[in-house]
């Protein structure tokens, strides 16, 4: 079978879990199945796995064991999920929120800017939103936003003027396109950097992957039994924050709330006070991992 994904941090996460063999397992972000794997061997036959993936390439990885049920769906709609499948509470949930190096070497994607082609960056491509919708649809101020708060962009507001500009004249539907729009802004020391900042941005924006985020963590932890865990693989800053934030306050904002007795009020403890990050042989091996921090949180 052709590598689709190769799992980062896999036993880091999968160890995390601490998984009982007859417990009830979600694996948010199925992908190529790396992760889902190795819990399938921590089970025994009454044990139970749910694969999560919007991206109907992840559906072809399938696994056919019997303790395996494949749900494609965006991982913000866990609840609804489990309550169909009749599922009360789980012992845990892992969440590897990378995007997989096959979306960025597929140019029919538009995740990159190394391939000239549409400009879709859609992860469910049923999905009625692509990336030159936003391009070509959203007010100037709303695109420099998107570029400043989810790409990091100090330039933003300009870069959004020219969008603007551009689409006055043209309708911007390829990645050349936009390279051709971003290219006059950036140097050409920070020139990939920047690129890859305002792909990411736009990227988020296609796919709500934030707000996914937070509504899935939410969910995840009144579905967690007392004593589950749950595991979060964040690449970019603006999704550890999240992640580390509602682990420690039980809140995005990481805002501290206690009780009358002084118990920090959150659902959650974290399980490592310190971010947990691939090796260097890890990283040899599999380049992608190179930004990947793991989070791991239990169920109080």
């Known amino acids: 079978m052709e590598t689709y994904h190769i799992p980062v941090l896999l036993n880091e996460t999968v160890d995390g879990l601490n998984i009982r063999q007859d417990g009830i397992y979600v694996d948010a972000t199925f992908g190529g199945g790396g992760h889902s794997r190795e819990i399938l061997k921590r ?5 139970r796995l749910y694969g999560f993936d919007r991206d109907e390439d992840a559906e072809k990885n399938t696994l056919t064991d019997k303790s395996f049920t494949f749900v494609r769906s965006d991982f913000r709609y866990l609840s609804n999920f489990m309550d169909w499948n009749r599922v009360e509470k789980i012992d845990g949930l892992l969440a590897d929120l990378g995007v997989s190096w096959r979306h960025f ?10 391939f000239d082609g549409d400009l879709d960056m859609r992860m469910n491509r049923q999905a009625e939103k692509t990336a030159a919708d936003v391009l ?4 100037e101020k709303t695109l420099a936003d998107i570029l400043y708060r989810y790409g990091e962009l100090k330039n933003s507001r300009p870069i959004a003027e020219a969008i603007v500009r551009t689409r006055e004249i043209r309708k911007i539907r390829t990645v050349r396109d936009f390279s051709d729009i971003l290219n006059p802004f950036f140097s050409r020391e920070k020139e990939k950097k920047q690129m890859a900042q305002a792909f990411q941005a736009l990227r988020i924006e296609v796919n709500e992957e934030l707000d996914a985020l937070k509504e899935m963590l939410l969910q995840a932890a009144g579905l ?4 589950g865990r749950l595991a979060v693989i ?6 550890d924050r999240l992640v580390k934030n509602f682990f420690k306050t039980g809140n995005f904002e990481g805002v501290v709330k206690k009780d009358f007795y002084g ?5 959650l403890r974290p399980v490592n006070n310190k971010v947990i990050v691939p090796g260097r042989e890890e990283i040899e091996r599999n380049p992608r991992s190179r930004s990947a921090k ?3 949180a239990e169920k109080i």
Do not use: C, M, Q, V
């Open 43 to 47: 089970l025994n036959g009454t044990g």
């Open 105 to 114: 070497d597929d140019e029919t994607r538009g995740f990159s800017f190394r």
């Open 136 to 139: 070509n649809t959203y007010p």
């Open 224 to 227: 967690l039994k007392p004593g």
């Open 234 to 239: 964040a690449y970019h800053s603006l999704e």
């Open 263 to 267: 118990n920090i009020l959150t659902p």
């Open 294 to 296: 793991l989070r791991i």
